[in-house]
């Protein structure tokens, strides 16, 4: 049985290099068994962008705890399977530079997969393969850019994929986290 760690980040501002908050959903046997959100202080500026996109403000986190405090909390939930997310480039880049840029010790490589990826593969007739698209073509409750909301979507999207005739294990590739990029499965 394979466990599969859904997640989303939010962005303070359009460096993409701190989290103002993250979602987890862990999968097992096709059932979400344990979801997880928190703030994290970026201790960065934000912009008005991501504020108005995310409803993230400075004063939100002002006492949230920094990502390399909550790390400590969410290491055993993100390295324990393979890391799900929707546009799963964006957020897995922004884990890496938050590990690197903190100092953070984790396994050099991680298994992921991408549920755009995935949906592509499922519904080829969709105009796009967003996750609003995606989760309003499912029937999938969704309240878009906020993290927990976003990780149960993706964490439901993959469920009804593999509900399907769909081989995951193809989808699953490697990212370096110390390179901050896709390396060959």
């Not at 989290?19 to 994290?40: D, Q, R």
């Not at 996109?53 to 939100?60: D, F, H, K, R």
Request: charged content about 25%.
């Amino acid at each position: 049985m394979e466990k599969y760690i859904a997640f989303d980040v939010e962005t303070p501002n359009a460096r993409n290099s701190r989290m103002s908050a993250i979602g987890i959903a862990v999968i097992e046997n096709k059932k979400i068994t344990n979801k997880f959100f928190s703030l994290i202080n970026p201790e960065t500026y934000f912009s008005s962008f991501n504020i108005e996109l995310t409803g993230i403000t400075p004063q939100s986190v002002k006492t949230a705890p920094t990502f390399p405090e909550l790390w400590k909390k969410i290491e055993p939930l993100m390295t324990g399977g393979i890391l799900i997310a929707h546009n799963a480039a964006f957020d897995m880049k922004v884990l890496g530079t938050c590990l690197n840029d903190y100092g953070i010790t984790t396994d050099r490589y991680k298994k992921y997969a991408c549920t755009v990826q995935l949906g592509r593969k499922c519904f080829p007739e969709l105009p796009n393969h967003k996750l609003n698209t995606m989760c309003d073509h499912l029937n999938i409750n969704l309240d878009h850019h906020k993290a927990d909301s976003d990780s149960i979507a993706c964490a439901k999207l993959l469920i009804e994929y593999m509900k399907s005739d769909i081989d995951i294990n193809k989808f699953i590739r490697t990212y370096d986290f110390e390179e901050l990029k896709t390396v060959k499965p």
